[in-house]
């Protein structure tokens, strides 16, 4: 199983909503990204776990809160979020879990999240 | 950090071999070189990555300049499935980071 599955695929919120974007993966991977993509942009690195432990937060803004309940396992938790907040939300996981060389990322299909 | 550069789009007939180049002048020796695809609406995809040394997959060849300044993807055959959006990525030498170019959009012509 090289797969990294996500969901919902489509979510639309308002600005008041609480929501969740799940992404699971079973490849044993010990390392689990999250990324946000506009459109015709390139992913912007949101949040690294290693280890279940979050090793990288890339300034996010506090309305986005992620977790990693397990190694297998990544929620993005939503709340008072902005219509500029609209973007492809993509999972990533990888084998190593170190600095330079983490090796090939799998990705999934990604969350498209609309804020209203 | 190091960043990349890319061309906006290129063509290429199917069929051909398609060069993609990519300058990334300020890497650093710790630094890897990757590239992914990106397919319309589609997660992006691993395509092959390297620090030195050239490399080749089932999928392409990565050649590195010597000094490490630039490199080229090369898709040996191309095919109308390889249209889509090409990252030439850098990852950074202290973390997990891997920063993102704006990437080419290749068009494969019948």
């Known amino acids: 199983d090289t797969e990294v599955t996500q969901t919902p695929k489509h979510l639309v919120m308002g600005m008041t909503n609480k929501k969740s974007l799940k992404c699971e993966q079973h490849m044993g991977h010990r390392a689990m990204y999250w990324y946000k993509q506009k459109a015709k942009k390139p992913p912007e690195l949101m949040f690294v776990y290693s280890y279940e432990k979050l090793s990288i937060n890339e300034s996010v803004p506090s309305r986005f809160s992620p977790e990693c309940p397990n190694s297998s396992l990544l929620n993005l938790h939503l709340h008072a979020l902005q219509p500029e907040d609209s973007a492809l939300y993509l999972c990533?996981?990888?084998?190593?879990?170190?600095?330079?060389?983490?090796?090939?990322?799998?990705f999934g299909e990604g969350s498209r999240l609309t804020v209203l | 950090d190091a960043k990349t550069t890319q061309p906006t789009s290129m063509d290429c007939a199917e069929g051909r071999a398609a060069n993609l180049p990519c300058n990334h002048s300020?890497?650093?020796?710790?630094?890897?070189v990757y590239w992914y695809r990106q397919i319309h609406s589609q997660g992006p995809q691993y395509i092959i990555h390297g620090l030195k040394n050239n490399e080749t997959n089932e999928m392409a060849s990565l050649i590195i300049t010597e000094d490490r300044k630039s490199s080229t993807l090369i898709l040996p055959h191309a095919t109308l499935r390889d249209t889509a959006v090409y990252y030439c990525i850098v990852s950074s030498g202290s973390n997990y980071q891997l920063i993102w170019g704006a990437g080419t959009k290749l068009i494969i012509k019948p």
């Open positions: 300020t890497i650093s020796g710790n630094e890897y």
């Open positions: 990533a996981s990888s084998q190593r879990s170190g600095g330079g060389n983490t090796g090939e990322l799998f």
